[in-house]
């Protein structure tokens, strides 16, 4: 079966580490295709996947909404940090407040690199704005309309703040000397990662039955064991959902 | 860097990396598929359009010449437009498999068998025709033998444009979705590590597929030699 | 008859090649077309060898109709008709390859050695003199027994000795039954080879 996922979900390795002993206890191949999230859900739109794994919740709300998909459920969490260079121009560090920092960033007119893309990162990155009542414009904020890896490494390169996910940060730092966290922790920065089902209502052909055990594989005891078990350079990249949740 | 590459693509090379065998696999397979597809439908075209003259032909040409610099990424859309279940072929369940990437390379070799093989007939002696009718040959003995005499040219018009689709991105992202072991080839591998930063690897990869390229262009020039 | 043409015209890009009231060609020949440059010698030899469609005209050769005729009538007269360019093209591969072109397994190196050429099988037409390649040109014209043989201005190009070897190729080849038209610019000792005249004027 096919599952649509982002880039980011699928440079952390994880869905390499864990989907084999699914196969194997399952019988079931799973096929990853690595897009940005808005791709991921235009794809399920279109019916050329079975099921997405996304962490954008408003366009997957919306996605649910407009009746493509059914059973989204909550699988795992991680965060979103916001790094730069140590120098920290706009003496954001340690701020408790992420949209406050962003607001800080934007005041000093500080360089900030953004993904543009229709990901989960842009529309977090978004709600931060929103929240901090600031649209951000003008030439220091730039948008690269490209993956997390790439936004990170033009923001090493022009020496600008950028908003990332824990994941990605943590496999490229090395690539990034200089650059570090500067702001983390706050429950607005979290990154909840859903599965979603394309609805077999509106695409009959979706391998339905086999979508829905990999979603309760992954929500499962085994399949959550594994996620908080996955480390990236002896750290452990994904929170499991919340027990009871 | 290029030295780091250079070392890890012998590395990779000598170790027979499972992961780079592969993606070499899907790249020859869908590349020479496309290219010879692109022949079998491109070369008869190709040999109508030289044996002839007028407006209609210079028009044909011009629409395969330009279809020379088509962008992948253009012809990648285009192609999912159709294949992808939300459109007209969806049925067929052929987006992100092998044939699709073939699917859209096809279309990407195609005007570039046609334009230059075209060219080659249209360079032929023009009494090469009437001399192969006045010693006894049909319509088929015909066409073989304009084959046979273009036949250099034909075979270079089939090496550029298996350079073209080797060497492409754009569709085999599109219409494969590099999926691990199934539709990642060669340049989809190359743009995966080299977004991941991971530049020394992607060089390397890069080292390799020039490398495949350079195998299939002498064996082309090996079986020439035999020819003779 | 060998051949026989009526009201023959051929235009091309508005210029008339070739216009021809009536000639009839008794054979076997040899027969001899002259005329100046661009008198349509060589268009003449082309529309009797079925190869270009004249404007008008009614063509006959062995009394059978090459034009105005179906294609496929017009293909069975053409297999007992060869012509021989001036300037002989050859094809990719030996003088033995091309000999046998189309020649149904017939026996090329007894073709070329008919014509003295046997030593030339192995070799191939790029290299070959302007007599040699004469020499092939019949050789691969005759393996397959034609009815009648086209030569456009077959001593052109030929020394003293491979004109004279010509002349004598010509006159066996008519003595052995196989009906000749040649054309001729201007070569004395081939017009006096010729059985019949056929004398073309500025066509247009």
């Known amino acids: 079966m096919r599952l649509a996922t982002t880039t980011s979900t699928e440079n952390s390795g994880l869905l390499d580490a864990i989907l084999p002993a699914f196969t194997r206890e399952t019988g079931i191949g799973v096929d990853v295709l690595a897009m940005g999230s808005g791709k991921a859900l235009a794809t399920a739109r279109n019916g050329d996947c079975d099921l997405v794994l996304a962490h954008a919740p408003a366009l997957e709300r919306a996605f649910v909404d407009e009746g493509h998909g059914v059973s989204r459920t909550l699988v795992m969490v991680n965060d979103f940090v916001l790094v730069g260079m140590e120098s920290d121009p706009a003496q954001i560090r340690g701020k408790e407040d992420a949209a406050a920092a962003l607001a800080a960033i934007a005041a000093g007119t500080h360089a900030f690199c953004s993904r543009g893309d229709a990901s989960g990162t842009h529309e977090k990155e978004r709600e931060l704005w929103a929240a901090a009542s600031v649209l951000p414009a003008g030439a220091w904020y730039r948008s690269t309309g490209q993956g997390m890896g790439e936004t990170l490494r033009v923001a090493w390169e022009m020496q600008a703040y950028t908003l990332a996910d824990r994941g990605t940060w943590l496999k490229m730092k090395s690539q990034f000397p200089g650059m570090e966290v500067l702001v983390e922790g706050e429950a607005r920065l979290d990154n909840p990662y859903h599965l979603i089902l394309v609805n077999p209502a509106r695409h009959p052909y979706v391998r339905a039955a086999a979508a829905r055990r990999l979603l309760a594989w992954m929500t499962g005891r085994e399949g959550q064991r594994l996620i908080a078990e996955y480390r990236v350079g002896g750290v452990v990249l994904f929170r499991p959902r919340p027990a009871g949740g | 860097m290029f030295r780091e590459s250079v070392a890890t693509a012998f590395d990779l090379l000598l170790s027979l990396d499972v992961r780079v065998v592969e993606a070499a696999r899907v790249t020859l397979l869908c590349s020479l598929s496309a290219t010879l597809l692109a022949g079998l439908l491109g070369v008869p075209a190709a040999m109508a359009l030289g044996r002839r003259k007028g407006r209609l032909v210079r028009s044909a040409l011009l629409v395969a010449r330009t279809g020379m610099a088509l962008p992948t990424v253009v012809v990648g859309l285009l192609v999912y437009g159709l294949l992808s279940r939300a459109g007209p072929l969806g049925p067929l369940d052929l987006l992100y498999t092998p044939a699709a990437i073939v699917c859209g390379e096809f279309f990407l070799a195609l005007p570039i068998v046609v334009a230059l093989a075209a060219e080659s007939f249209a360079a032929l002696d023009p009494r090469t025709e009437r001399a192969a009718i006045t010693l006894g040959a049909g319509p088929r003995r015909v066409r073989l033998t304009l084959l046979r005499e273009a036949g250099p040219g034909v075979v270079a018009a089939h090496l550029a444009a298996f350079g073209r689709v080797v060497s492409e991105l754009g569709i085999a992202f599109m219409l494969g979705g590099n999926i691990a072991g199934r539709t990642r080839t060669l340049t989809t591998t190359i743009a995966m590590e080299t977004q991941k930063g991971l530049f020394a690897l992607g060089l390397a990869v890069g080292f390799l597929l020039i490398l495949l390229a350079l195998g299939v262009n002498a064996g082309a020039m090996l079986a020439r030699a035999r020819a003779r | ?204």
């Open chain 3, 1 to 204: 008859m060998l051949a026989e043409a009526r009201d023959l015209q051929v235009v091309r890009d508005g210029r008339v090649l070739l216009a021809l009231e009536h000639v009839a060609i008794p054979g076997p020949g040899p027969a001899m077309v002259e005329g100046p440059n661009g008198s349509g010698k060589s268009t003449l030899l082309a529309v009797l060898a079925g190869l270009q469609p004249p404007t008008r005209g009614i063509v006959e050769v062995f009394g059978e109709r090459l034009w105005p005729a179906a294609e496929r009538t017009r293909r069975a007269t053409r297999r007992g008709i060869v012509l021989c360019d001036s300037e002989p093209l050859f094809f990719r591969g030996t003088v033995a390859a091309n000999v046998a072109f189309c020649a149904g397994g017939a026996d090329a190196p007894a073709a070329l050695a008919a014509f003295g050429a046997a030593g030339l099988a192995a070799r191939r037409p790029g290299t070959l003199s302007t007599g040699e390649r004469r020499r092939a040109d019949l050789a691969r014209a005759l393996i397959r027994r034609p009815r009648l043989l086209l030569l456009d201005e077959p001593t052109s190009h030929l020394d003293a000795e491979g004109a004279r070897w010509v002349l004598d190729a010509i006159r066996r080849i008519c003595a052995a039954g196989t009906g000749v038209v040649f054309s001729n610019h201007g070569d004395r000792d081939l017009a006096a080879l010729a059985a019949f005249r056929l004398t073309l004027g500025k066509a247009s």
